[in-house]
DNA sequence: CGTTCGATGCACT
DNA sequence: GTGCATCGAACGT
């Protein structure tokens, strides 16, 4: 039968995928794509840039205080979106990884735009087109706008990445040029290197392009 | 270029 | 009452 562009079957990311270790998690979705569906259309972008925060010994993990009515995404099972409000402006997204029981997330911190451009460009309040002053690459750049331009909130919080209206795709997108270090925008534990980019990339956030 | 700082909501102690 | 896993405007150099 003839196969369209907008029959693509649809990789999603099993769950096997986040019950692994979140370092191995982080580096592995470099190049994944995040995908959110909602009755106004369809957004996503490719994965750019990450972060891991990994357990109660992690002091800028949510779960350093243990157990609390917030970060009890992150003791759920894998694969599960953990969403929350920072600074009492953006929203955060996270995929929860390891195992139950063993509090650990991945923090998705930039996307470069695929598909429904100017829907996000629209949630944004930008220009309803990209040009020398708004470029592509700024629509999704941090994990506040990324979360803005997908139309993510509260309600997408404990959502299943594995299936329905936010999910993670593999689109076969090849990553060469790992770059890792410091996380960024933490007060504490901002030594260990647990953020991971795509070396050079136009998307990736703070500051200065690192290779 | 660079750095500083206010906005803004809510979980947590 | 305190402190953010941020962003962008407003300054200073």
Not at 19 to 39: E, S
Not at 78 to 93: I, T, W
Not at 144 to 166: H, K, M, V, W
Request: a positive charge; charged letters at 20%.
């Amino acid at each position: 039968m003839v196969r369209t562009r907008t029959e693509i079957v649809p990789n999603v990311l099993p769950r096997a995928f986040y019950n692994r270790p979140t370092l191995t998690v982080a580096r592995a979705l470099l190049g994944k794509v995040l995908v959110h569906r909602t009755p106004e259309g369809v957004a996503s972008g490719m994965i750019v840039e990450t972060e891991a925060y990994i357990g109660e010994d992690d002091p800028a993990c949510h779960a350093a205080p243990g157990p609390t009515r917030r970060n009890a995404p992150l003791y759920g099972r894998p694969g599960m979106a953990y969403v929350y409000l920072n600074y009492g402006v953006h929203y955060l997204v996270n995929a929860v990884t390891e195992a139950e029981g063993r509090p650990a997330a991945v923090l998705i911190r930039a996307l470069e735009p695929l598909d429904g451009i100017e829907l996000m460009l629209k949630r944004r309040g930008l220009p309803l087109r990209t040009s020398a002053s708004v470029p592509r690459a700024s629509i999704c750049r941090g994990p506040g706008n990324l979360s803005r331009a997908l139309g993510i909130s509260l309600s997408e919080n404990l959502l299943d990445l594995t299936s329905g209206q936010l999910t993670m795709e593999d689109r076969g997108f090849r990553v060469t040029r790992v770059s890792r270090g410091p996380r960024i925008g933490i007060r504490v534990a901002v030594e260990r290197p647990w953020r991971f980019w795509i070396g050079g990339h136009p998307a990736v956030s703070g500051g200065r392009i690192r290779a």
